[in-house]
């Protein structure tokens, strides 16, 4: 099946700093979604974003579904970005989503 | 507009015995969604429904594991008997109408085998 890599694994941050988070697929997909995890566990949708660029804030993705990979760019990160950053892929194979292994963020104050 | 609601939010429970989680989707939401997440993992789907009827429950372990929505709005995940490798969170999703939409998900329930 699909492999959903993200990287890095872990990242420890300055509050004010900026970031790129990466996720890389192994196969052809038809979206793409990322995901913040909050320290209390609730997972809250930040882009749909099938290919392109979005932005939302400080906070924006672009997916080059050609090359099978996906950013995610975090700006002047605040303590409140601090918990666990997944991608999502669906692939009309599998007819669902597939997510990465996750990035954990820590900002600190 | 509410979000996906969840019940209850923890559960500690012994192996062998039995428990279900109840999740009611976002109103008008076709779609529905169980995931399982373990510690350090991203979530597994282990059922998804369109209405009432089931879309994929490949990765659904059917010896221990049901879930039904009835009537296509709320629905219930049962385990019994529960291992300990049950021990994770149970998230419930809903899109508004098929698997390719963005997924809202409940704030889940943190699941304790003893």
């Known amino acids: 099946g699909i492999q959903v890599e993200q990287s890095p694994p872990d990242l420890i941050l300055q509050e004010g700093a900026n970031s790129t988070l990466r996720c890389n697929f192994s196969?052809?997909?038809?979206?793409l979604q990322w995901f913040h995890q909050n320290p209390w566990g609730q997972l809250i949708n930040l882009f749909y974003i099938p290919s392109g660029t979005k932005q939302n804030g400080r906070l924006s993705a672009t997916t080059v579904a050609t090359e099978r990979y996906s950013l995610l760019y975090i700006s002047s990160s605040q303590t409140t970005d601090s918990g666990v950053y997944f991608c999502?892929?669906?692939?009309?194979?599998?007819?669902?989503?597939?997510f990465g292994t996750g990035t954990r963020l820590k900002v600190l104050a | 507009e509410a979000g996906v609601a969840q019940s209850p939010r923890y559960k500690i429970i012994e192996k062998r015995q039995s428990v279900a989680f109840w999740c009611n989707p976002i109103?008008?939401?076709?779609?529905l969604y169980w995931y399982q997440q373990i510690l350090g993992q991203g979530p597994k789907l282990l059922i998804q429904f369109q209405n009432n009827g089931v879309v994929d429950d490949s990765q659904l372990p059917k010896d221990r594991f049901s879930a039904e929505r009835l009537k296509g709005v709320d629905s219930t995940l049962k385990i019994q008997p529960a291992k300990l490798e049950d021990s994770a969170v149970y998230l419930c999703?809903?899109?508004?109408?098929?698997?390719?939409?963005?997924?809202?998900f409940g704030p889940g329930t943190r699941l304790l085998v003893l």
């Open positions: 196969d052809s997909v038809n979206n």
């Open positions: 999703a809903s899109s508004q109408r098929d698997g390719l939409e963005t997924q809202y």
């Open positions: 999502a892929v669906f692939t009309s194979g599998t007819y669902k989503y597939i």
């Open positions: 109103s008008g939401h076709a779609t």
